[in-house]
């Protein structure tokens, strides 16, 4: 048997010695923390989803400039995901590191960031010229569709992480 590249254990004992076990497990802890990440949820995929929608010339009459001044708020969401995210995993790291679920939605979240990236140095440069009507160039439109269809992922493979807890000799052969 492999050991496992995370020890769940030591997560929650280390989440019990900072506190994070005793927020979560308060009587409105969890729920609280469950509907901070909900308004980040809100805020990442509506601004990161209308500037998708408008990249892919789903959406026009609006500037792709004039949507962009509202990614800023998609990213006080993603960082209030981040942050209700780990208090999730920390105050039970043997219902998160274990599940395909949670796995999925890590790598959504990486091929999201990568995709972003890869956008922001090769083709954002050139929608600042566009008009509120100027159908975006096909690189930025394909940007957009990975983007969307990563975030989409990544909400639906997180909202069935609760649902799906399987036993980890099942499917995990490093979760022994």
Avoid at 78 to 89: D, I, P, R, S
Avoid at 137 to 160: E, H, K, N, Q, Y
Avoid at 165 to 175: I, K, S, V
Wanted: charged share 10%; glycine share 8%.
């Amino acid at each position: 048997m492999m050991d496992p590249i995370f020890n769940p254990a030591a997560i929650i004992a280390w989440g019990k010695s900072v506190g994070v076990a005793t927020l979560m497990s308060a009587r409105w802890g969890w729920a609280s923390v469950e509907v901070i990440h909900f308004i980040g949820i809100c805020l990442l995929f509506g601004t990161v989803g209308m500037f998708d929608l408008r990249m892919m010339n789903a959406v026009r009459g609006i500037s792709l400039m004039a949507l962009h001044r509202l990614v800023p708020y998609g990213v006080l969401g993603f960082a209030l995901c981040v942050m209700t995210g780990a208090l999730f995993v920390i105050a039970a790291a043997d219902q998160y590191l274990y599940n395909p679920a949670w796995q999925l939605k890590m790598l959504m979240l990486v091929i999201a960031g990568v995709n972003m990236a890869a956008f922001y140095l090769t083709t954002f440069t050139r929608l600042a010229a566009l008009g509120e009507d100027d159908a975006p160039p096909w690189t930025a439109r394909l940007f957009a569709a990975i983007s969307l269809l990563s975030w989409i992922a990544a909400i639906t493979a997180g909202r069935v992480i609760t649902a799906y807890r399987p036993p980890g000799w099942f499917w995990c052969a490093w979760c022994q």
